[in-house]
């Protein structure tokens, strides 16, 4: 599975549009891009998956360069609830995989006042 | 009402003793996984099952054993041979798909060891 690099922390103001860029240089050509939100002491939350372009949810959008070696998770106007650790992922599911998620650091949002 | 819990949500348990960790799912997935949290740290996968009956190893299952004898049910047994066995333990489902697929997780259980 594809290596991913994101930030380990930003600040946002609540009402902001935070942009959080994941980096994934290896990403072969079957595997999508997913991500997912966590907050203390619960299980993560899936958020969008795409593959190209961009995918808009009502939850956030993900934009895909056509190179697909980075992606990057806009939501739009911030709340303070939005504080969390958002974890991008990047893999494909396929006979030979095992669905097998891999989790790094994530990046921790922290939405202030 | 579907989804997947886990019990308990805290468990104590002293050093030598094996402990077992409930996941049970109602979404009718073929697929569940175990994943083991440490502060700050992401996920590592523990162990993950396809199919009934049939699971395989994660990045750190030594320490760990799981069995698959129903759909709905994967228990996680953390025996006395796990070094560090303090953590958040997340139970996970999904479908099989061609694409990455959407996992779906519990509440967690917060085991501590001492």
């Known amino acids: 599975l594809a290596k991913t690099t994101q930030p380990i922390s930003m600040d946002s103001y609540e009402g902001q549009e935070v942009n959080i860029t994941c980096s994934h240089n290896?990403?072969?050509?079957?595997?999508?891009i997913t991500w997912y939100q966590q907050f203390p002491s619960q299980g993560p939350r899936f958020i969008i998956q795409?593959?190209?372009t961009k995918v808009t949810n009502e939850v956030a959008s993900l934009f895909i360069p056509a190179d697909r070696k980075s992606s990057t998770l806009s939501l739009p106007r911030v709340s303070l609830s939005d504080t969390a650790v958002y974890y991008c992922?990047?893999?494909?599911?396929?006979?030979?995989?095992?669905?097998?998620?891999?989790f790094g650091q994530g990046t921790t949002l922290q939405v202030k006042p | 009402d579907g989804g997947i819990t886990q019990s308990p949500k805290y468990l104590f348990r002293k050093e030598g003793q094996n402990v077992t960790l409930s996941c049970e799912q109602n979404?009718?997935?073929?697929?569940m996984y175990w994943y083991r949290q440490d502060p700050g740290q992401g996920l590592r996968l523990i162990y993950y099952?396809?199919?009934?009956?049939?699971?395989q190893k994660g990045d750190i299952a030594e320490g760990y054993s799981v069995s698959r004898e129903k759909k709905e049910s994967f228990p996680l047994t953390v025996t006395s041979a796990q070094k560090n066995p303090t953590a958040f333990y997340l139970c996970?489902?999904?479908?099989?798909?061609?694409?990455?697929?959407?996992?779906?997780f519990g509440p967690g259980t917060r085991l501590t060891v001492t």
């Open positions: 290896n990403i072969a050509t079957n595997d999508y």
């Open positions: 979404l009718n997935h073929d697929a």
């Open positions: 996970a489902s999904s479908l099989r798909d061609r694409k990455l697929p959407e996992q779906y």
């Open positions: 099952s396809q199919i009934v009956n049939d699971f």
């Open positions: 992922l990047v893999g494909d599911l396929t006979s030979s995989n095992t669905g097998k998620l891999i």
């Open positions: 795409g593959y190209k």
